[in-house]
């Protein structure tokens, strides 16, 4: 971030402490709230959160929100959290998100507002809802999220600012937010996953920023979103050698919802620009285009149950699909690394406003979504499968 953007998010987070000192003279609002869930994995052939192929409870998530109103314009809002899904989450304590929410604008047919801090970033309909399964369709998130390739924790809530609005017009439901995330440091426990580097190395995501736009059409019964996100990955390391890596994601996102059913489909877009330099020198420049999307279905059948059904799929090449390419140019790599469609059916139930249990089974054709430290090459399957099951809590 640059030093005018800092220093706008620094007054921006003061002039709302300086409101928020104003007004805690008089009375407040406060929510206090909490989830913990459970998860059990097991699969055939290939190891998915933990050593799944023997069974594997190595994926919890648990956290505790609180939210204030200390004014009608006024909110304050943090979460912390943890999480553990084998070797893509280590189960330490975060801050996921601690943001100040100033609203403009707040009118029958109007809103419009500013959010500073550890702010959620808009991406596709579940990014800022990913946190509590509860608020999710299943218990694992579609490929365009990736759930076991550290999306999470890259692209969830980050530092920085944000703009978001609202308003109706006719049957429509209008909102809008843009949001400009600051330069950040990348976990070590991240790092290893996503560089495979045997020598010390730094990695840092540079000025990023996203928007999102959604049209809500007739109460919620159609919704239309389009959402772009846009960083910088940059690497450092002991022997003179950096990178750079550009990340353009497009998400196109659409719903119909009725009283028992809901039909989701959503289609990304990542376009990749990567160049590594060694003592200056140009060692490589790459660009290339993954894609992924998928339909997914969610029936009412009965007042607690929810039965759940999904095609998803992910190239990481979308010009080389069958990765016949990538084959001849990576002798001796597997090129079904380079693809993965997951068919799913799921149960949802849930007794009471407290409580939840959530059951998916997933066929699996394809390795992309596995991670490497998991599942050491060459020895992957291409054809697996899994079970998942969770129970969550929430109050």
């Known amino acids: 971030m640059t030093d005018r953007m800092q220093k706008a998010v620094r007054l921006s987070i003061g002039a709302c402490a300086a409101i928020c000192f104003s007004v805690c003279a008089g009375a407040v609002e406060y929510q206090v709230h909490g ?6 994995v097991l699969s055939r052939h290939n190891d998915f959160f933990g050593d799944s192929t023997d069974g594997s409870v190595d994926y919890y998530e648990a956290g505790i929100n609180a939210a204030v109103q200390l004014s009608p314009q006024l909110l304050v809002a943090a979460q912390a959290a943890i999480r553990d899904a084998g070797i893509s989450d280590d189960g330490t304590a975060r801050l996921d998100y601690a943001l100040v929410d100033y609203r403009l604008v707040s009118e ?4 419009a507002g500013l959010r500073a801090g550890k702010v959620k970033n808009a991406l596709g309909f579940y990014n800022e809802t990913r946190d509590v399964v509860f608020t999710r369709p299943s218990i694992l998130l579609p490929n365009i999220y990736g759930d076991n ?3 999470r924790s890259l692209i969830f809530t980050a530092p920085g600012a944000q703009v978001y609005g609202g308003a109706f017009t006719g049957q429509h ?8 995330n600051s330069d950040r440091d990348v976990r070590d426990s991240d790092e290893r996953l996503l560089v495979m580097l045997s020598v010390p190395f730094d990695l840092r ?4 920023w996203n928007v999102q736009l959604m049209d809500s059409i007739d109460g919620g019964k159609w919704q239309f979103a389009y959402s772009h996100f846009s960083g910088e990955f940059r690497m450092s390391t002991a022997i003179d050698l950096t990178g750079r890596f550009d990340v353009d994601l497009d998400v196109l996102s659409a719903r119909y919802n009725v009283e028992r059913l809901t039909i989701t489909a959503e289609y990304a877009i990542a376009d990749n620009d990567n160049v590594l330099w060694l003592a200056g020198t140009q060692l490589l420049h790459q660009r290339i285009a993954a894609d992924s999307g998928y339909l997914q279905a969610e029936f009412l059948v009965a007042p607690h149950w929810t039965l759940m059904t999904r095609m998803d799929t992910f190239f990481r090449n979308r010009h080389d ?5 990538f084959a001849a140019a990576n002798p001796g790599v597997d090129r079904r690394t380079q693809v ?3 068919f799913t059916i799921g149960v949802h139930w849930r007794p009471d406003e407290h409580w939840g249990v959530w059951a998916e089974h997933h066929w699996i054709n394809g390795t992309a979504s596995l991670q490497w430290l998991e599942n050491p090459p060459p020895v992957r399957d291409q054809r697996w499968s899994m079970l998942m099951l ?4 929430k109050f």
């Open 205 to 208: 995501i540079g000025d990023s």
């Open 340 to 342: 993965n469609h997951d």
């Open 149 to 151: 390739q550290n999306q």
């Open 35 to 40: 989830y913990a869930a459970q998860g059990f």
């Open 173 to 180: 439901e209008w909102s809008f937010s843009g949001t400009v």
């Open 321 to 325: 699909r069958s990765a016949r390419e």
């Open 108 to 111: 029958a047919t109007t809103q």
């Open 390 to 393: 969770m129970a969550g809590y």
